[in-house]
């Protein structure tokens, strides 16, 4: 996790960087905070990755003489033929259109997106599929 680490840092780092020019050359207070966050948001997420780094074991994709056969095996369990992303990313989609539309149809949208959510994290808990 080392790369992703250090490529969190130097994307910190950049922000910074622009931060500074931004804010002198534009004198702007709300585009210079969120550049603010940003650096903020990377820094931490890069010292993260580094400090968890250092306790889980090495992984294929840091050994610089790694070979191809040491990242074989079960990466994770992917869900073959699920519908809950489709009616999740409709129920969001409904939620979000509620913004331009009305206070109503966004309540709606929050409905389906709870309703959605619940049946993708529970869909294997029931049925054919239950552990």
């Known amino acids: 996790?080392?790369?992703?680490?250090?490529?969190?840092?130097?994307?910190?780092?950049f922000f910074g960087g622009a931060d500074i020019v931004y804010w002198y050359t534009s004198k702007e207070v709300t585009g210079t905070a969120a550049l603010?966050?940003?650096?903020?948001?990377?820094?931490?997420?890069?010292f993260y990755v580094l400090?968890?780094?250092?306790?889980?074991?090495?992984?294929?994709?840091?050994?610089?003489?790694?070979?191809?056969?040491?990242?074989?095996?079960?990466?994770?369990?992917?869900?073959?033929?699920?519908?809950?992303?489709?009616?999740?990313?409709?129920?969001?989609?409904?939620?979000?259109?509620?913004?331009a539309v009305g206070w109503w149809l966004f309540l709606i949208g929050c409905l389906f997106t709870m309703v959605a959510a619940i049946g993708f994290v529970f869909e294997y808990y029931r049925g054919n599929f239950s552990h």
């Open 36 to 46: 603010a966050f940003a650096v903020g948001l990377a820094l931490l997420t890069g």
């Open 51 to 99: 400090f968890t780094g250092r306790r889980l074991p090495k992984r294929p994709e840091d050994d610089n003489v790694g070979e191809i056969e040491q990242g074989t095996g079960e990466i994770g369990f992917f869900s073959p033929h699920s519908w809950w992303p489709l009616w999740m990313g409709l129920a969001a989609a409904t939620a979000s259109l509620g913004f």
């Open 1 to 13: 996790m080392k790369v992703e680490g250090w490529l969190f840092l130097g994307c910190g780092i």
